[in-house]
């Protein structure tokens, strides 16, 4: 039946002869907001249907017309190619003052008005030059296009209002919402304030105000509607594998390879839709939605909720908004993410609302098997782990959770968490030192709390540093030991202790504690004035410059008065339960 209609199709379209100037309309199918659009759009009707032009219009946009006909053809025309679903629903009848120049065909002009010239390329037609005798055939002034044939009255608009759908009157309250002339409920009926408000948009496009849309205004109302999502190309996807069906933005993402529980589609810049699809139960359901709150497509802020079988999860960052739908039915998990570049809120919210009513889970889920097999302990099913900017270590001074840790950790952090699970804010800096103080957002209750040494330690004891050498990759502090190399600095500085032990980057912060576990300072980053320490030294702040600062702000400290040494297991328990790590998020 589909194959009898298109060829009916192309036989009215083949049959009819072109109008004659004085009668010629066209059947407008889109517009396009560029010209390189506009290029495309018209070679893809091209392949499908005859007749095609394309024509400049006012404002800047570029048109796909097909024509010229007689009135009564285009319409017949206009039936047909609708019902073959060749062209969109919201087609027209245009006028030929609607156009301004024609770019396609190149060196075609229906107008009568000069043609756009339209820089050759390897897929534009070529024109022959035109000859001396052409050009003396050609010298006539053209015809002036007829005048504008009348739009339908007010009668026959209301007729052909009562042929629309529910869907169809709700949609046109939507795009007068969009369009800023209606603030009404969205319930399909036309009363008043929506009579008010189509009579607005008439007046504001230049059109007779009568309340009531004709199809040419409808269609137009609908084309600027629409006219956000020009060059997303969105089309019906169904991923058989991961048992999904969902329109997507073609012309953004296509794609890429299967992670279970995901199906990545991704493009060349930030556009990226994943489909998920896995069984599960409502455990299997809470850790999806623990997990994709550690990846790098769901920024940290924004709301998220989680229900019996279902969640939502929105992360609203600098860069992307993304937007996590996932349902639990019968023991499979099935749901999608949009992850948009910000700033494109209107696209991404219009987008987002296709995706979701067009989104039909089917039986088939993902296999676990699927996917490359590629392993990384930075990536989760295909996807990066959020990751802070810089990581280093810290430890509590008091019972409440206070922690002190480098001033080089917490410069310039829009985010500053201890363990990554406990936001915390800067309570107070001695940025000279190499100190600050930071204060958790909520009342913590640490396993170890610093006691400091009140005496000095004799040169050449034992010291040992505690801290997450590797960033937090190993989950867990590290335990450095080494000896008290000088109770000063390179050139005398009596607040820092010369250490000789081999400390990693990621030390930095960690408290230094003699042989017993009694505090003596703070190991700063081996650099220096500038310059990189040799392997093997490092400095610690010392411990009562670090209780002077803690006085400033109210933070009382423990003393330690016993030196008495501790086996190797005690000291690593005490030195590690008093340390933490400290990231700086962007």
Not at 76 to 84: D, G
Not at 134 to 144: G, H, L, M
Not at 303 to 317: D, K, V
Not at 519 to 527: K, R
Request: hydrophobic residues 40%; charged residues 25%.
């Amino acid at each position: 039946m589909t194959r009898f209609l298109v060829s009916l199709v192309f036989f009215v379209c083949i049959g009819l002869a072109p109008a004659s100037a004085q009668q010629q309309v066209f059947v407008q199918v889109e517009a396009h907001p560029s010209l390189t659009a506009g290029e495309a759009a018209v070679r893809r009707y091209a392949s499908r249907v005859q007749d095609v032009n394309g024509f400049t219009l006012r404002g800047g946009w570029y048109a796909v017309a097909l024509g010229p006909y007689a009135p009564g053809d285009a319409q017949a025309i206009l039936r047909n190619l609708r019902a073959a679903r060749l062209i969109p629903r919201d087609s027209y009848i245009s006028q030929v003052t609607d156009y301004r120049q024609q770019f396609w065909p190149v060196g075609t002009n229906l107008l009568g008005n000069p043609a756009l010239l339209v820089p050759r390329t390897a897929e534009t037609e070529t024109v022959q030059p035109q000859t001396s005798e052409d050009s003396t055939q050609n010298t006539a002034t053209p015809e002036p296009p007829a005048p504008e044939p009348a739009d339908e009255t007010v009668r026959q608009a209301r007729n052909s209002e009562a042929q629309l759908s529910r869907e169809e009157r709700a949609e046109l309250q939507i795009a007068l919402e969009w369009a800023g002339f209606y603030q009404g409920r969205i319930d399909a009926a036309f009363g008043r304030g929506t009579r008010n408000s189509m009579a607005r948009w008439q007046e504001a496009n230049n059109f007779e105000v009568t309340g009531v849309l004709t199809t040419r205004q409808r269609a137009v109302l609908l084309q600027q509607y629409n006219s956000v999502l020009d060059g997303l190309d969105i089309r019906l996807v169904r991923d058989a594998k991961a048992g999904v069906e969902i329109k997507m933005p073609t012309a953004q993402v296509r794609f890429e390879k299967y992670e279970p529980p995901f199906a990545h589609y991704s493009g060349d810049g930030e556009a990226k839709v994943l489909l998920i699809s896995q069984e599960g139960n409502r455990a299997t359901l809470t850790g999806l939605f623990d997990i994709m709150q550690t990846l790098a497509i769901v920024p940290e802020t924004g709301p998220r909720e989680l229900n019996s079988n279902s969640f939502t999860l929105i992360g609203e960052g600098s860069k992307i908004i993304s937007h996590t739908e996932v349902t639990l039915d019968q023991g499979r998990l099935k749901g999608f993410s949009l992850i948009w570049p910000a700033g494109d809120e209107e696209r991404r919210t219009r987008l987002l609302a296709e995706m979701q009513k067009s989104f039909a889970p089917t039986e088939a889920v993902l296999d676990p098997a699927e996917g490359s097999g590629t392993q990384s302990i930075d990536l989760i099913a295909g996807l990066e782990i959020r990751k802070p900017r810089l990581s280093r270590s810290g430890f509590y001074v008091d019972r409440a959770g206070t922690v002190v840790t480098t001033s080089e950790v917490v410069a310039e952090c829009r985010r500053i968490t201890i363990d990554e699970r406990f936001e915390a804010e800067i309570a107070a800096q001695d940025a000279a030192r190499g100190i600050a103080v930071l204060r958790p957002l909520e009342r913590l209750a640490p396993i170890g709390v610093a006691a400091f040494r009140q005496s000095e330690p004799r040169l050449k004891s034992d010291v040992a540093v505690a801290g997450y050498s590797y960033g937090g990759v190993l989950g867990a502090p590290t335990v450095t030991f080494g000896q008290l190399a000088d109770l000063q600095g390179l050139n005398g500085e009596p607040d820092l202790k010369r250490l000789a032990l081999s400390a990693l980057d990621g030390d930095a912060g960690g408290p230094v504690v003699d042989a017993g576990g009694a505090v003596l300072g703070m190991l700063l980053p081996d650099t220096q004035g500038g310059r990189q320490l040799p392997e093997g030294v490092s400095f610690a702040a010392k411990a009562d410059v670090i209780q002077s600062l803690l006085d400033e702000v109210g933070v009382s400290t423990e003393a330690s008065r016993d030196e008495t040494e501790v086996g190797l297991e005690a000291l690593t328990d005490r030195a590690s339960g008093m340390t933490v790590l400290v990231s700086c998020w962007d």
